[in-house]
T-cell receptor, first 116, second 113 residues
Framework: AQTVTQSQPEMSVQEAETVTLSCTYDTSESDYYLFWYKQPPSRQMILVIRQEAYKQQNATENRFSVNFQKAAKSFSLKISDSQLGDAAMYFCAYRRPPRGADGLTFGKGTHLIIQP | DARVTQTPRHKVTEMGQEVTMRCQPILGHNTVFWYRQTMMQGLELLAYFRNRAPLDDSGMPKDRFSAEMPDATLATLKIQPSEPRDSAVYFC???????????FGSGTRLTVV
C-alpha cells in the first residue's frame, strides 16, 4: 500500500519569506501523480499544484513550486514571498495510475503559520 | 468556476439516527469520491465511483455506512445508525479518470451526540 509522510506537523515563516514543506512517499509504481492541497480554516480543500511522475520538470504555479526527486521519493513544496493568505493546512497526496483503485492517499498535513 | 456541491454543510444528530449526506459532482466528471477527515486519522477514503459504478468501498464500515450514486448528478452517503465516533467532516470530490486532480466540495461537518 502507498504511504505518504509529512514529517513537519507545523511550520512558521515570516511574511514575504520563503518556506519549504516536506513530503515523502512510498510506492512500487513508476507512473503516478502527486499533489499539494491547501486547507484554510474554511475547510475547503484547494488544489495548489500537481506533478506527473513521468515529467522530469518540476511543476510551478506562480509563487508555488515543487522539488520532485523521484529516486528519493520526495516531493517538497516551496512557497515564495509568503503571504498571510497562505496560512493553512497543507496536505501532500499521491494518486496511482488510473487502472483501477486510484483514490488519493494523503499525508497527515503540515500546519503553516505566517507571521506578519 | 465549476464546483462540487455538498449538503448539508453542518449536521447535528442524536446517536442512532440516520444521516444522509448529498453531493452534486461537477458536470462531466466521471469519478466521485467520499472522504472522511478527523483529527486522529486525517483524510480517509471511504468509497468511490467511476461512471456511477462503485469501484472501491474497502475503507467504509459496511455495517452502518452505504454509498450510492443514483444518477450522474447525485452521490449519497448514508450512516444508519449513527454513532458518536462518526463525528467528522465528510468530503465529496469529483474528477476525470485521466485528468490528474480532483475537486473537493466544502464538506459536511457531522456531529453525533
Amino acid at each position: 500500500a502507498q504511504t505518504v509522510t509529512q514529517s513537519q506537523p507545523e511550520m512558521s515563516v515570516q511574511e514575504a519569506e520563503t518556506v519549504t514543506l516536506s513530503c515523502t512517499y512510498d510506492t512500487s509504481e513508476s507512473d503516478y501523480y502527486l499533489f499539494w492541497y491547501k486547507q484554510p480554516p474554511s475547510r475547503q480543500m484547494i488544489l495548489v499544484i500537481r506533478q506527473e511522475a513521468y515529467k522530469q520538470q518540476n511543476a510551478t504555479e506562480n509563487r508555488f513550486s515543487v522539488n520532485f526527486q523521484k529516486a528519493a521519493k520526495s516531493f517538497s513544496l516551496k512557497i515564495s514571498d509568503s503571504q498571510l493568505g497562505d496560512a493553512a493546512m497543507y496536505f501532500c497526496a499521491y494518486r496511482r495510475p488510473p487502472r483501477g483503485a486510484d483514490g488519493l492517499t494523503f499525508g497527515k498535513g503540515t500546519h503553516l503559520i505566517i507571521q506578519p | 468556476d465549476a464546483r462540487v456541491t455538498q449538503t448539508p454543510r453542518h449536521k447535528v444528530t442524536e446517536m442512532g439516527q440516520e444521516v444522509t449526506m448529498r453531493c452534486q459532482p461537477i458536470l462531466g466528471h466521471n469519478t466521485v469520491f467520499w472522504y472522511r477527515q478527523t483529527m486522529m486519522q486525517g483524510l480517509e477514503l471511504l468509497a468511490y465511483f467511476r461512471n456511477r459504478a462503485p469501484l472501491d468501498d474497502s475503507g467504509m464500515p459496511k455495517d452502518r455506512f452505504s454509498a450510492e450514486m443514483p444518477d450522474a448528478t447525485l452521490a449519497t452517503l448514508k450512516i444508519q445508525p449513527s454513532e458518536p465516533r462518526d463525528s467528522a467532516v465528510y468530503f465529496c470530490a469529483s474528477g476525470l479518470q485521466v485528468f490528474g486532480g480532483y475537486t473537493f466540495g466544502s464538506g459536511t461537518r457531522l456531529t453525533v451526540v
